[in-house]
């Protein structure tokens, strides 16, 4: 299946790049900047759909993150994503999401009456990635496409570490303060 970035509505790449070179743009599209990006790979393991990398060397800006643009430029030219213009299955369709998310619900119910039960839609909106700009139709269980079958933003686990380590830092006062107050 394909490996593409999915251009998640809530990306981890983007909420865990501290330079701020990776961004939505107006089309919906998760864009590094390549210019900004100073190859610390934050978001690399950010990702729960492994899809971004860093730039080996020799390439020009070495290091850097990159992935799957959207064909950006050619959709603010008004044009569709190359892949999509050249897949010759027309497996891979490009339009408005709720337009693409009904056509893909009605194809699996055609499939699922054709006999072919275990068809599904994987856009997972109900994880902490809250749905993705590129779902397909697979059929099984969405490991068999090495997709994750619930992927995580990984910053959603931010808010139990700070609370442990506040709790921790506290019993840590506390039991210094009870320290010095036995031993004075």
């Avoid at 998760?30 to 729960?48: A, F, K, R, W």
């Avoid at 027309?90 to 408005?96: A, L």
Wanted: aromatic share 10%.
């Amino acid at each position: 299946l394909s490996d593409v970035c999915k251009h998640c509505e809530e990306a981890g790449c983007l909420e865990a790049c501290p330079t701020g070179s990776i961004v939505r743009t107006e089309v919906g599209s998760v864009l590094v900047q390549n210019d900004v990006c100073n190859g610390c790979g934050y978001c690399v393991v950010s990702c729960p759909f492994g899809v971004i990398d860093r730039r080996p060397e020799p390439l020009p800006d070495a290091g850097g993150a990159f992935k799957c643009t959207f064909c950006y430029d050619r959709q603010k030219s008004g044009l569709v994503p190359a892949c999509a213009k050249v897949c010759p299955t027309e497996s891979i369709v490009f339009g408005r999401l709720d337009d693409l998310r009904a056509r893909g619900t009605a194809r699996v119910q055609q499939l699922q009456q054709s006999g072919y039960n275990d068809a599904q839609l994987y856009d997972p909106t109900e994880t902490s990635v809250r749905g993705i700009h590129a779902f397909f139709l697979i059929l099984g269980e969405p490991e068999a496409y090495g997709l994750p079958p619930k992927p995580q933003v990984p910053t959603i686990y931010l808010k139990s570490a700070w609370t442990s380590a506040f709790a921790t830092a506290i019993a840590s006062i506390i039991a210094t303060l009870a320290a010095f107050a036995f031993f004075s």
